[in-house]
């Protein structure tokens, strides 16, 4: 008698003691199909009682079973559907023979029902198949909401010193490492952080930017750790996640870091070293894991030695760091921004213009304190106010000529001649003066009169620098 068989009877036995318990249909044949242990929750299946089943063929008991074909073949039933007769139920079912291990014939077989009820499965599937279209749906809004929009491409230069900038954040975007950028208002530090993002291996997940000078205060702890369900007055019900737990597995970018309050660059500081965090209010730590990176316009080393900025968390952002020039000092780039911009307002308004040489030399004449944004803007107004195709000079309105301190042409007062030419001349020189930045050699060599008459005009104006006579 082979192993299997001289122990059958306490296989039946334990299998009988594990199983009958368990809330999922099981059965166990001998080799001609007798049944010789039945479950509970499979005698209740076939609405009969153990006592009915045990030691009666299975076919008797259920007139569709497969025990004879399956012992006969000795193959595996795995995942089969299966109609009861007893109760017209479709299910799906294992079927599996055992074989002696010494003689390799079939001794038995075990049984099980995977799904009783398939028309419940097929809803199961059907409700599942409808949850997961609307879990893609709301990926996708969030990817939306909290993606980025710029890559390498959006940033457009033909500088050596903007170049040599790309070719450092392409690095940066291939470590994990945080990063600090730096750079005066509007020179593009979040197209940077964005396109850094976008390049990493985080890029699937999302880009959450956090405005430090922007959020007040009081709000902005529970804006970074979320805060639980009722954890002060005022707060949801449900509670509320912060921008940490949000931009897991993502980046986070903290713009105008510099005016982060002391309080909040302590807790931030512990979230970096310790990749936890705890809602407001909430009782346990969550794991999170992202990369920073911070974007400031002010000295970050001036606000550590006035105290003003935590020198520990100095360090743990400040890992690599990027310094985007002005716009003042990569001149050669306005052209091309300028005709990036218009083929921009074409896209979104339909303004199809474009700008001449003579005109893009007078916006480079200027030192572009806003920088890019402020050119921008500019471009924008001229491309909707100018009459014609192509953007000259003259189509530089003096309004905004002045605005720019480039005052083109003057405009003339109502008295008598002398005063006139007073006027213009005060307007004249003080305007080339600015231009050229108060050097006086070339302010003269520009109006073609002597540097001691320009002194001397000077002195009658009152024109010094910094400090600009009235008109
Ligand atoms: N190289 C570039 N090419 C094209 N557009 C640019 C470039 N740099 C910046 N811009 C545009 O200029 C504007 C300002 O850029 P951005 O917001 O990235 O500047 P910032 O340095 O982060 O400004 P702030 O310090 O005020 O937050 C944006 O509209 C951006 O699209």
Not at 128 to 149: A, C, G, P, W
Not at 329 to 334: A, S, V
Not at 355 to 375: F, M
Not at 407 to 412: A, K, R, T, V, W
Request: charged share 30%.
């Amino acid at each position: 008698m082979s192993t299997i068989l001289k122990n059958f009877e306490n296989v039946v036995d334990v299998v009988d003691r594990i199983f009958d318990v368990i809330p999922v249909p099981v059965i166990l044949v001998d080799e001609k199909g007798i049944i010789r242990m039945i479950n509970r929750a499979f005698a209740d299946l076939l609405k009969v009682s153990k006592q009915q089943a045990i030691g009666r063929p299975a076919v008797e008991v259920d007139h569709n079973s497969k025990w004879p074909v399956v012992l006969k073949s000795g193959e595996f039933d795995i995942a089969k559907k299966h109609k009861f007769a007893r109760t017209g139920e479709d299910a799906v079912v294992h079927r599996i023979p055992i074989y002696d291990y010494d003689s390799g014939e079939i001794v038995g077989g075990f049984g099980m029902v995977l799904f009783q009820n398939l028309k419940e499965l097929r809803d199961l599937a059907d409700k599942n198949k409808l949850l997961e279209k609307k879990l893609d749906h709301y990926k996708q809004r969030v990817r939306q909401i909290y993606s980025t929009k710029y890559s390498w491409d959006n940033i457009k230069t033909c500088s050596s010193k903007m170049e040599a900038c790309k070719q450092n954040a392409k690095k940066a975007a291939r470590t994990d490492l945080n990063v600090l950028i730096t750079g005066e208002s509007g020179v593009g530090k979040e197209i940077f952080a964005q396109a850094i993002h976008n390049e990493s291996h985080r890029s699937d997940h999302p880009f959450i930017k956090v405005n430090c000078a922007a959020i007040p205060e009081n709000l902005l702890e529970s804006e970074l750790f979320g805060y639980q369900g009722g954890a002060f007055t005022g707060a949801s019900k449900e509670g509320k996640p912060g921008k940490f737990e949000l931009a897991d597995k993502g980046t986070l970018f903290f713009d105008e870091i510099g005016d982060m309050p002391k309080k909040m660059q302590a807790k931030l500081l512990r979230v970096i070293q310790e990749g936890e965090v705890e809602r407001l209010g909430g009782q346990k730590e969550q794991e999170v894991d992202v990369r920073i990176i911070a974007a400031t316009n002010k000295n970050l080393e001036e606000l550590v030695a006035t105290d003003d900025f935590r020198e520990d968390l100095f360090y743990r952002i400040n890992v690599l760091t990027l310094n985007i020039p002005p716009l003042k000092d990569r001149k050669e780039d306005i052209a091309l921004l300028a005709e990036d911009f218009l083929y921009e307002t074409k896209q979104e308004m339909g303004e199809n213009k474009q700008i001449s040489q003579e005109a893009v030399e007078v916006l480079q004449k200027y030192d572009w304190p806003g920088n890019i944004r402020q050119l921008k803007n500019i471009i924008q107004r001229l491309a909707v106010n100018a009459e014609t195709t192509v953007i000259e000079k003259s189509d530089i309105p003096i309004k905004l000529l002045k605005q720019l301190q480039i005052s083109e042409s003057p405009s003339y007062p109502e008295e008598g001649l002398n005063e006139i030419v007073e006027q213009v001349e005060k307007k004249v020189i003080r305007e080339t003066l600015e231009l050229y930045d108060f050097n006086k050699s070339m302010a003269a060599s520009i109006l073609n009169i002597p540097r001691s008459t320009l002194y001397r005009k000077m002195k009658k104006y009152g024109l010094k620098e910094g400090i600009y006579g009235s008109d």
